[in-house]
């Protein structure tokens, strides 16, 4: 048995602004999940983690990037009550923007996640690019009403499906789409040649943004491992039949949509719909 198992169960978990559900898969080809996610309903905080690296490496990497994410949340979290009390009377107090403190709590957790991981790579003597990593994408909503902080690293992914339309919230870093982008048609590389992820270097340039959130937005994290395979199309009428009754349903139904498009990677698919 793994000593890495999955930081949140399959079960519906009750957030403070929606209902959220995830299901990961080991897949058709590979031999153990190096995906894992995090579903934390304390902080509003929801993640995907796409693990790399032989033998456990890549189910270390996922369930240390994530843990330690969380921590340095928990960390921002009472800091920011603690400053708030302090300057509670302070007119030139620098937290007064909830936003710009979340965006830089949410990217120096990030970079925190990063440097635990890079640690544990050092710490085997595997760096320069070597060792295990893995992706991180996921949002915190820090209150209700307010924007997502979306946070991106590597090729898992997050959609959003609004009024029946649905659209990719983060751009994947990897050599595939930067090709795309330069205009590239033919000998493209490989779809799964990260630009970035957590672990292999020291640093990383982790995308953060605010995004506005309103109810009634279905919201999926996934791992390549389903998006790599399965057609856009494929994935907007999937989810255009979910609500918050039926995400369980729904994630199954993706997985099972992966596997019928012959991914060979693990999949995960974590849905959460928005209520207020």
Same mark, same amino acid.
């Given at each position: 048995m *793994?000593?890495?198992p999955? %930081? *949140?169960?399959s079960?519906y978990?009750?957030?403070?602004? =929606?209902?959220?559900?995830g %299901?990961?898969d080991?897949?058709? /080809?590979?031999?153990?999940?190096?995906?894992?996610?995090l579903?934390d309903t304390? %902080? =509003?905080? /929801?993640a995907?983690?796409?693990?790399?690296?032989?033998?456990?490496? =890549?189910e270390? $990497?996922?369930?240390?990037?994530?843990?330690?994410?969380?921590? *340095?949340?928990? @960390?921002?979290?009472?800091d920011?009550?603690?400053?708030?009390?302090? &300057?509670? !009377?302070?007119?030139?107090?620098?937290?007064?923007?909830?936003?710009g403190?979340?965006?830089?709590?949410?990217?120096?957790a990030?970079?925190?996640a990063?440097?635990?991981?890079?640690? $544990? &790579?050092?710490?085997?003597?595997?760096?320069?690019?070597?060792?295990?990593?893995t992706?991180?994408?996921?949002f915190?909503? @820090?209150?209700d =009403?307010?924007?997502?902080? +979306?946070f991106h690293?590597?090729?898992s992914?997050?959609?959003?499906l609004?009024?029946?339309?649905?659209?990719?919230?983060?751009?994947?870093?990897t050599?595939?789409q930067?090709?795309?982008e330069?205009?590239e048609?033919?000998?493209?590389p490989? @779809?799964?040649?990260?630009?970035? $992820?957590i672990g292999?270097l020291?640093t990383i340039?982790?995308?953060?943004?605010?995004?506005?959130c309103?109810?009634?937005?279905?919201?999926? %994290?996934?791992?390549d491992?389903?998006?790599?395979d /399965?057609?856009?199309a494929?994935i907007?009428?999937?989810?255009r039949? #979910?609500d918050?009754?039926s995400l369980?349903?729904?994630?199954a139904a993706?997985?099972?949509?992966?596997k019928a !498009? $012959?991914?060979?990677?693990?999949?995960? #698919?974590?849905? +959460?719909?928005?209520?207020?």
């Amino acid at each position: 048995m *793994s000593h890495w198992p999955p %930081l *949140s169960p399959s079960i519906y978990h009750r957030l403070s602004y =929606g209902s959220a559900y995830g %299901l990961s898969d080991v897949g058709l /080809v590979r031999k153990s999940n190096q995906d894992n996610f995090l579903v934390d309903t304390t %902080l =509003g905080l /929801v993640a995907v983690a796409d693990g790399m690296g032989g033998q456990e490496g =890549g189910e270390i $990497a996922s369930y240390t990037a994530l843990e330690s994410l969380r921590a *340095s949340i928990v @960390r921002a979290m009472d800091d920011e009550d603690a400053a708030g009390q302090t &300057n509670a !009377h302070d007119p030139d107090a620098t937290w007064q923007d909830p936003n710009g403190a979340a965006v830089l709590a949410v990217f120096k957790a990030v970079e925190f996640a990063n440097a635990r991981v890079y640690a $544990a &790579n050092v710490g085997n003597e595997r760096t320069s690019g070597g060792g295990m990593g893995t992706t991180l994408t996921g949002f915190w909503r @820090r209150r209700d =009403g307010g924007p997502l902080i +979306v946070f991106h690293v590597g090729d898992s992914r997050l959609y959003r499906l609004r009024g029946g339309e649905l659209s990719i919230l983060t751009r994947d870093q990897t050599l595939y789409q930067q090709a795309l982008e330069a205009g590239e048609s033919d000998s493209l590389p490989a @779809r799964n040649l990260l630009l970035q $992820a957590i672990g292999p270097l020291e640093t990383i340039s982790p995308d953060v943004t605010a995004c506005d959130c309103l109810p009634g937005d279905l919201l999926m %994290l996934c791992s390549d491992g389903l998006h790599g395979d /399965v057609p856009h199309a494929a994935i907007a009428d999937a989810l255009r039949g #979910a609500d918050a009754q039926s995400l369980e349903e729904c994630c199954a139904a993706l997985i099972a949509l992966a596997k019928a !498009h $012959a991914s060979r990677d693990n999949i995960t #698919a974590l849905l +959460v719909q928005v209520e207020r």
